[in-house]
């Protein structure tokens, strides 16, 4: 009697061990030919990586990366021998002190489209070396010449202005197929962090990172259930204890979940507090993470106080983000977008257009008009600076 | 904190505490945290219409005109409520102490902690941010933020008629037919703080999840569910990343009609089971208030309505109506249109190929295979609501016999099913599938059924012994049947 519980139980441990390697083996994406570690390895130290945008020095093996280029961003890149992209299809990168400010970006060209450089977001580095499944990588395919790694402020979370800090680049690697390198993407993807992003209000999956495994919701759900039903068969469970070790795993399952997703909760605020912590609210109103448009809302604001009456301000630019975000700063002055004044006679005594960074809309100095929506408006240009300009209706009071 | 933000504070949740202690004098179990839940969210919604009614002239000092009229009220309805109160029996009887395992003590150190650290990392995330999420600045904080930094209150109208008023006379925007009431509220807290400072503005958001869980809690003991299985399910309600995230990301109208209906559900369901009239004025005062917070709130009252008013009738009576609303279906398909009039929305038409609602527009009617994927990706894969989505189905059909015994329960379900149901004609069969195959609307508006969903799997499991469940040796587990009631 005692042998058979041991050997029911030994089954059990066994049968819920098997399901749950084959469902997180379907989650990584597992070539379940393929042997535990990978056959071949290319170790790339980060001192052999060229610096092409930004400045850095070599550490010993590793690249100190302490200035950004002009435009915001760095590179590092490496010219390869030719290698080919279904041989490898795991990457693992490690930085150092990788600051949570900057998103990482990996670069390669492939011997096909010399010209043609591809760029996908890849998980942040963190602590200890990350691993990225690049059979799922857009463009990953026939000879890679050269590979790289790029940064630039977080898009859509922090301030171009705050989000250089120097950080260490130890080394990448390419790993040939290998269950250890698909669990280790997969470890990777599920444990890494992602920062906010606008959709995170409305849907927390769809992410910038590319290549990315599954959810875990789905496996672990799916997981969960069959492990039940084994056990239940293997050791006979009456319906009471199928209903207790059901309530147990589910809660089990929840509560690792919510562990999980708070410490992702966690990682996102960690970026917060590197941003705004310690500073007053003066100074936390000027970090927008959209510090040209403050900064475009600010001219207007200057030169519309410089009118001696009221105005509409109709406003316009190519990205619907930009025009809705320059509205809201510019409040409370009295804003809205060109778009929807289609089809509407617009006032001519008390109307200005502001547009910026917009190219759908021309102004013809020889028609003094503004052209653009099947609409012409017969305008003068009374500001510009950069890439903003205001223009008002032709001999009005201003 | 200034001496102004305390009151600003202070003063909205002692009149929120006293108008919900006017509807439920009685100190039955689970009291206290249901009168804080109910009664921060109903007094920052009152804070909302004082500031409305009294400060429009003057938004700057929105608190100064608006704090005597809500201290006013504060001392009538807490008459009231003393008043209400006398006669019934004092004090509360305590819960026989349980004997404990050590497993949930674990589980409870877990869940508490796990609300209360994500509630921290909230709580700092609104109050060092700026306004971030795109429509809470895009479309929540236009009206308040300008009525306040212009000093006094101006009507948003459309943009046609923008253009033929002065620059000085009105303001228009994309969400100009949205409702104030989050507005006036921001307004309230921004006099508070002296200025337009957003982290102070948006934390009613921090409040609102707080109180959302404290009124879940405290009706789900007064309903007769045991402590353990109501501190699981707050836990389980608590810890939805999605809600977490309307909390920390503060700014956008879904959290709060997630709390509000939740709370007419809880209401109205106390109502059913135990006859308490206070209990279905609140559900009313709920449900009556959801139109003012957001557009959709329209649908959700005529769904809630709809059911409850439903539930009232008699056997027969039913029948009757099922038979005319049968036959109001099938004479407007032979018509070919139907017209609906929705409180907020206007007259909602509704033709075979498309509904048409004033205040949003047209949406042709047509299948959007595409979009089932958005759909389930979004309950069953991606991380918005851990498991609730798998769970549901498994509870509800293990616990069908509490929906055979409990009509309270038949009528919540049918109420989830046709908001589910209207759901997904929105979002499979009208233009909005874009919605859900962008993923910018489909979890949003599911969330607002969420704590209602969580509350109908809170009761069918009401009369579980959840002590022997986990484990059969325990003792001493409360059931929904055990006297007497205890404050927490």
């Known amino acids: 009697m005692m042998r058979r519980v041991i050997r029911d139980r030994v089954i059990c441990v066994l049968a819920v061990a098997a399901i749950w390697t084959l469902v997180l083996g379907f989650a990584a994406d597992v070539r379940w030919s393929a042997p535990f570690a990978p056959h071949q390895r290319m170790h790339m130290n980060a001192s052999a990586f060229h610096v092409v945008m930004g400045a850095g020095v070599e550490d010993d093996t590793a690249l100190r990366i302490g200035a950004i280029g002009d435009d915001g961003n760095a590179l590092q890149s490496i010219a ?3 290698v080919r992209a279904e041989d490898f299809t795991v990457l693992r990168y490690r930085f150092d002190g990788f600051p949570r400010t900057l998103e990482l970006s990996l670069v390669f060209r492939r011997a096909d489209a010399p010209d043609d450089v591809q760029v996908v977001t890849v998980p942040w580095p963190g602590k200890g070396w990350r691993s990225l499944n690049m059979s799922h990588v857009p463009g990953w395919h026939g000879q890679i010449t050269e590979l790289g790694f790029a940064e630039n402020a977080t898009p859509q979370v922090v301030p171009e202005s705050v989000a250089f800090r120097p950080f260490r680049f130890d080394g990448a690697e ?26 995170s209000i409305s849907a927390l999956g769809p992410q910038r990172e590319v290549a990315q495994a599954p959810p875990p919701v789905p496996f672990v759900a799916l997981a969960g259930i069959l492990s039940l039903l084994a056990v239940a068969l293997i050791l006979h469970w009456s319906r009471a204890q199928m209903l207790g070790g059901f309530a147990i795993a589910f809660l089990g399952l929840w509560v690792a979940l919510d562990l999980r997703w708070l410490d992702d909760l966690h990682a996102k605020h ?129 | 904190m200034s001496l102004a933000l305390l009151l600003a ?67 009538v309805v807490g008459t009231l409520g003393w008043w209400r109160r006398r006669g019934l029996p004092g004090g509360t009887a305590h819960e026989h102490s349980q004997i404990v395992d050590k497993w949930k003590i674990i589980f409870i150190t877990i869940a508490i902690t796990s609300l209360a650290w994500r509630g921290w990392i909230g709580l700092r995330e609104i109050l060092l941010r700026p306004t971030f999420p795109w429509d809470a600045w895009d479309a929540w904080a236009v009206k308040s933020k300008t009525w306040f930094l212009l000093g006094h209150y101006l009507p948003f109208v459309s943009m046609r008629d923008w253009l033929v008023h002065l620059p000085a006379a009105a303001f228009t925007g994309p969400a100009w037919t949205y409702p104030a009431a989050l507005g006036w509220m921001q307004i309230w807290f921004a006099s508070a703080a002296g200025g337009w400072i957003e982290p102070l503005v948006n934390l009613p958001w921090f409040a609102l999840w707080v109180g959302l869980l404290a ?76 139109p003012l917070l957001k557009l959709e709130g329209a649908v959700w009252l005529l769904l ?24 109001l279906l ?28 004033p205040v949003i527009g047209k949406l042709a009617i047509a299948w959007h295979g595409g979009a089932l994927n958005g759909v389930l990706r979004s309950l069953f894969a991606q991380s918005n609501w851990n498991l609730l989505w798998w769970l549901a189905p498994i509870i509800l059909f293990w616990r069908w016999r509490e929906w055979r015994e409990h009509r309270s329960l038949r009528l919540l ?44 799997l809170a009761m069918s499991c009401r009369n579980v012994d959840f002590g022997h469940l986990f484990k059969p040796t325990v003792h001493g587990t409360a059931r929904a049947s055990d006297p007497p009631p205890d404050p927490a």
């Not at chain 1, 301000?313 to 409370?332: C, G, N």
């Not at chain 2, 007094?43 to 009229?69: E, K, S």
């Not at chain 2, 409850?308 to 036959?327: E, M, T, W």
């Not at chain 2, 589910?420 to 919605?435: E, Q």
């Open chain 2, 215 to 290: 009124a879940h809690y405290g009706q789900w003991r007064a309903l007769g569910l045991a402590r353990m299985p109501s501190l699981i399910f707050v836990y389980l309600l608590g810890s939805l990343p999605l809600l977490t995230t309307h909390m920390a990301l503060a700014g956008y109208a879904d959290l709060w009609i997630a709390a509000l209906f939740g709370m007419a559900v809880l209401a109205w369901l106390r109502w059913l089971e135990q006859r308490d009239r206070s209990q279905l004025a609140l559900a009313v005062l709920c449900a009556v208030s959801l």
């Open chain 1, 80 to 82: 390869l021998d030719s």
């Open chain 2, 9 to 75: 504070w202070l003063l909205p949740l002692a009149a929120g505490v006293a108008t919900y202690a006017v509807f439920n004098p009685r100190r039955e179990a689970g009291w206290i945290a249901a009168t804080l839940g109910y009664g921060s969210v109903f007094g920052m919604l009152l804070a909302a219409a004082a500031t409305a009614l009294f400060a429009r002239a003057d938004t700057a000092h929105a608190l100064l005109h608006a704090a005597p009229w809500l201290a006013l009220l504060t001392a």
């Open chain 2, 413 to 456: 379900a049918s109420l989830l099913l046709v908001s589910i149901g209207f759901l997904l004609f929105l979002f499979l069969l009208t233009d909005a599938a874009r919605w859900a195959e962008s993923y910018t609307a489909i979890n949003r508006l599911i969330m607002h059924i969420v704590p209602a969903l969580v509350t109908l």
């Open chain 1, 270 to 398: 960690e970026l917060t507090e590197d941003v705004y912590a310690d500073k007053s609210w003066d100074e936390r109103a000027r970090l927008l993470p959209d510090q040209d448009i403050a900064q475009a809302a600010e001219q207007v604001r200057v030169f519309v106080s410089t009118l001696t009456v009221p105005h509409h301000l109709l406003v316009a630019s190519d990205e619907k983000y930009t025009f809705l975000r320059l509205i809201y700063l510019l409040l409370p002055l009295n804003a809205a977008p060109l778009e929807q004044a289609a089809g509407m006679r617009v006032p001519p005594r008390d109307t200005l257009f502001v547009l910026y960074r917009d190219t759908q809309w021309r102004y013809d100095e020889k028609r003094s008009a503004l052209l653009g929506d099947n609409r012409a408006y017969p305008v003068e240009p009374i500001f510009e600076s950069g890439e903003m300009h205001i223009y008002g209706f032709r001999g009005t009071r201003r």
């Open chain 2, 330 to 357: 099938i004479l407007s398909m032979a018509v070919g249109k139907l017209v609906l009039p929705l409180f907020g929305l206007g007259w909602v038409n509704i033709v075979p190929h498309e509904v048409d609602v």
């Open chain 1, 174 to 199: 390419l790993w040939s197929p290998s269950w250890r390198g698909s669990f280790a993407a997969l470890y990777t993807s599920w444990f890494g962090y992602t920062p906010w992003a606008l959709l």
């Open chain 2, 304 to 327: 809630f309505a709809g059911i409850a008013g439903f539930g009232l009738l008699p056997r027969r009576g039913r029948r009757y109506v099922i038979a005319v609303l049968l036959a």
